[in-house]
């Protein structure tokens, strides 16, 4: 094949794979797509007939062939959003896999965390919002006035206001977890799911901010605006961070396996910029000694992770249903707690 | 451009995660054998031409890798899968040509082609299988596999070819297809 074939051919080739990988290139030479259309059209075959998949699954197989089982394989929880689609199986498995495994329950933690972090940081805002209207109602001579959090009633500062967003965003990076635990069991519909997971959230960790035992709400301000205005912050948090987690749970591409070349030259560098680190910090010796003792730890974590048997699968029904015990029976004490702290507040 | 879309039904990692679940639980299998069972029927069609065997290959090759599942190593399913299909087929062929042989020696077949039989195969020479039967093996196997969704890095793996080998292979396979479709008597010829 002459060389002007050759480069033809390559590029019929990259082409097809765009094609096959899904990622068609925008500047595909038409003429190469239609040479595509040709081959595919000229070969192509009949479907296969009614229920041969099902007969040749009972022939391979023994059993029935489940139906709508395409649409489990890509989204195995109820509602469709939620699949814990991670089985961290140390048995029989390569380390790219593993490392996949790895990576996945990495990426989802991750979301869930940032995404709590900025619905936290908002929700902080709204707080220091609802003190604010608190504070305007609250009559004259309550001005001036220290609040159990020591805070003087009617003086908003920037730094105050930042702090209570930064402390906001802490607690939001536990609240954005919680999430990606409990989502599987939310409705289907995006606002139903938003919401749901606010008044979920009042309902189960309300008590912390409705505390019988704060006078605030009923020295500044009417009790039961405080008490709406302050029960809002749930429910803004839930909207905020259920819509970022599923946002970002589609956006952020999922993992996929390194080709080993990458994979080996990724080790590289992170094996010499450790060395120039330790080097740059301690002395040859030390990086020598510590990549030594760093090479020594793989080589006994591999031999451990192949001869062992872990599995943890967060789809598997016993998972689920300790899962979901454990976030029912504190959830119901929650919400005894919380019932009991806005009924305490309210009757003053 | 319909036909273009060629995009793959399960995504790599919802791949690694059905074959894991998988070689634990034959029943967790269900969602990769309906993700492929239409590509690996095609691709058996093509290469036998008939539906009947397409099927029973079908059959030969899921229940192959329903079996060997515990193998499976590779990042890609797919390769994997459609290694097991090009060897079952493989086989099935070898197995063919020897009983075809075995009747010849014993002189059990009819060497002379009946009037139904010259009508058929005029007709099976518009088919796939007869317009591929018309391409050179290693172009053949190359565009087989290529129309199955696999990538040229894929197809290398699995005939134990560089993927510029294979680029060029496709490349000549499809040049020939336009020969031979534009020249409908030069494919009867050659076929005969």
Redesign the interface.
Known sequence: ?NPE??A???R???T??D????H?SSDASMDL?S???????????????TG??A???R???G?E??SA??A???SPSPNGVAHH???L?LN???I??RT?DLL?IGRILAIGMIAGFAAGFMSGLWVRLAMRIAGSLTSDRNRGLLTQEEAAVGQLTIGGTLFLAMFAAMVGIVGGVVYLAVRRWLPRHPAMRAVSYGVLLLAVFGFIVMDENNTDYQLFGPTLLNVGSFSLTYLVFGVLVSVLVDGLDRRVP????LASNHARTGAIVLLASIAILLVRGFGPGFAVAGLAIGLLLTICLRRFSTRTSWRL?FDSPVFLRVSALGLIVPGLFGFYLTVQGIVAILAG | ?E????????????E???V??A??D??A???????Y??RV??YC??RLGN?DEA?DA??AV??RV?ESL?SC?D?SFRSWLFAIAHNTLTDLHRARRFAHSLDDTLQLRDRGPSPEDEAIAHETTRT?AA??SQLPTDQRNV?EL??T?????EIGAILGKQ??A???A?????SR??ML?ANPDAVTERHR
């Open positions: 094949m074939g050759q033809r051919a390559s019929l080739g990259q097809w794979d094609l096959v990988s899904g068609p797509l040479e595509i259309q040709f081959a595919q059209e000229v070969t192509s075959v009949p479907s296969p007939p041969l998949q007969k040749v699954w022939r391979v197989h059993g062939l489940p089982l395409s489990i394989a890509i689609d991670i089985a199986d029989h498995r390569t790219a896999a996949l996945g999922r993992p996929r396996p699968d | 451009m036909q273009l879309a060629v995009g793959n039904p399960v995504t790599t990692i919802d690694t995660m059905l894991a679940r070689k634990r034959r029943n299998f269900a969602p990769l054998y309906i993700a069972f239409d029927y095609a069609y093509r539906p099927a079908t059959s899921f229940s329903l515990a190593r990042a796939v317009l591929l565009l290529r129309l969704g696999l990538t040229s890095k993927p510029n294979v680029d060029q496709q490349h000549r396979a499809v297809l336009r479709t």
